[in-house]
């Protein structure tokens, strides 16, 4: 069972930005579909981006496109989800996803049934 850790939450301003982290334990594979998710309150899980660990483009959800990127570190176990131009609707607490053994999809990225392994997610609060 790969283990994901994700940090860099908190709180910021309207406008502001926050980046966020997620480290996965060792795994065998080359590369892994790795995502993010948010949930508010009394809303569904929303897929937000993904990216493959090995290679490749991002895909993004439209209510953050141009906003977030998502990117990988330098070695395939930590992924992150440069956040700018943070607005209140974007509160919500914020999970890291991964599919180990398959990659990314682009009809079913975002849903999060496609996912096996989570963190335990990362908080952001933004004030207007």
């Known amino acids: 069972q790969v283990q994901l850790v994700e940090s860099g939450g908190g709180s910021v301003q309207a406008g502001g930005s926050l980046n966020l982290s997620c480290v996965a334990s060792?795994?065998?594979?080359?590369?892994?579909?790795m995502a993010w998710f948010r949930q508010a309150p009394g809303k569904e899980r929303e897929g937000i981006a993904a990216?493959?660990?090995?290679?490749?483009?991002?895909w993004y959800a439209d209510s953050v496109e141009g906003r977030f990127t998502a990117s990988r570190g330098n070695t395939k176990t930590t992924v992150y989800l440069q956040m700018d131009d943070l607005q209140p609707e974007d509160t919500a607490k914020y999970y890291c996803?991964?599919?180990?053994?398959?990659?990314?999809?682009?009809?079913?990225?975002?849903?999060?049934?496609?996912?096996?392994?989570w963190g335990q997610g990362t908080r952001v609060t933004v004030a207007s």
């Open positions: 996803a991964a599919n180990i053994g398959f990659g990314c999809y682009s009809q079913s990225w975002h849903y999060s049934t496609s996912y096996s392994n």
């Open positions: 060792e795994y065998s594979y080359s590369g892994v579909c």
């Open positions: 990216l493959y660990t090995g290679g490749g483009r991002p």
